[in-house]
T-cell receptor, first 115, second 114 residues
Framework: AQSVTQPDIHITVSEGASLELRCNYS??????LFWYVQSPGQGLQLLLK??????LVQGIKGFEAEFKRSQSSFNLRKPSVHWSDAAEYFC?????????????FGQGTTLQVKP | EAQVTQNPRYLITVTGKKLTVTCSQN?????MSWYRQDPGLGLRQIYY???????DKGDVPEGYKVSRKEKRNFPLILESPSPNQTSLYFC?????????????FGPGTRLTVL
């Protein structure tokens, strides 16, 4: 079955430190991958997406992600975290083959930023 | 401003009292969808709509109804809410169905059923 795994439920980093949030997917065909962020009390905002081409994609707010087909991963990175990055982050896959438009989401990773 | 709006944002109700959560988008999107978010489970799709008058069940449709009479609106109806429908609900839309596309999400509706 298609699935998305975010192994880290909760991560704490110091402000200014680098960040990597992990995402692994289980999907047979070429995946379409997304990272969304949900700030407290807010909806989901798209950070970046990968459909094809360059496997390193740049997003908003200084985030980037790298698609690694051999590892079935799409990890999110940021070189220097700001206090405003504290939020919940969701990795998602569009299993295009289902033709439902449905996104399959990971469980989410909550990021806490220490001053 | 291009956006997906939901109303109400917060709702506390009692078991069995019918309610409707509205969703509207101003981007002329064909595709609309409802998700629920529960702790530890991420988001799961409830219903989706490929276009006007075309709706279908997602992964967790039990206890919900939807309609798509106009392109911009996609209300979620709970005919007889139960406590297990206490959740955070998101409406989403994308330009077209049948093609991988970015989905834009509304701000969410937090529903509590007592």
């Amino acid at each position: 079955a298609q699935s998305v795994t975010q192994p880290d439920i909760h991560i704490t980093v110091s402000e200014g430190a680098s960040l990597e949030l992990r995402c692994n997917y289980s999907y047979g065909a070429t995946p379409y991958l997304f990272w969304y962020v949900q700030s407290p009390g807010q909806g989901l905002q798209l950070l970046l997406k990968y459909f094809s081409g360059d496997t390193l994609v740049q997003g908003i707010k200084g985030f980037e992600a790298e698609f690694k087909r051999s590892q079935s991963s799409f990890n999110l990175r940021k070189p220097s975290v700001h206090w405003s990055d504290a939020a919940e982050y969701f990795c998602a896959v569009d299993p295009y083959s289902s033709n439902t438009g449905k996104l399959i989401f990971g469980q989410g990773t909550t990021l806490q930023v220490k001053p | 401003e291009a956006q997906v709006t939901q109303n109400p944002r917060y709702l506390i109700t009692v078991t069995g009292k019918k309610l409707t959560v509205t969703c509207s988008q101003n981007m002329n999107h064909e595709y609309m969808s409802w998700y629920r978010q529960d702790p530890g489970l991420g988001l799961r799709q409830i219903y989706y709509s490929m276009n006007v008058e075309v709706t279908d069940k997602g992964d967790v449709p039990e206890g919900y109804k939807v309609s798509r009479k106009e392109k911009r609106n996609f209300p979620l109806i709970l005919e007889s809410p139960s406590p297990n429908q206490t959740s955070l609900y998101f409406c989403a839309s994308s330009l077209r169905s049948g093609f991988p596309d970015t989905q834009y999400f509304g701000p969410g509706t937090r529903l509590t059923v007592l």
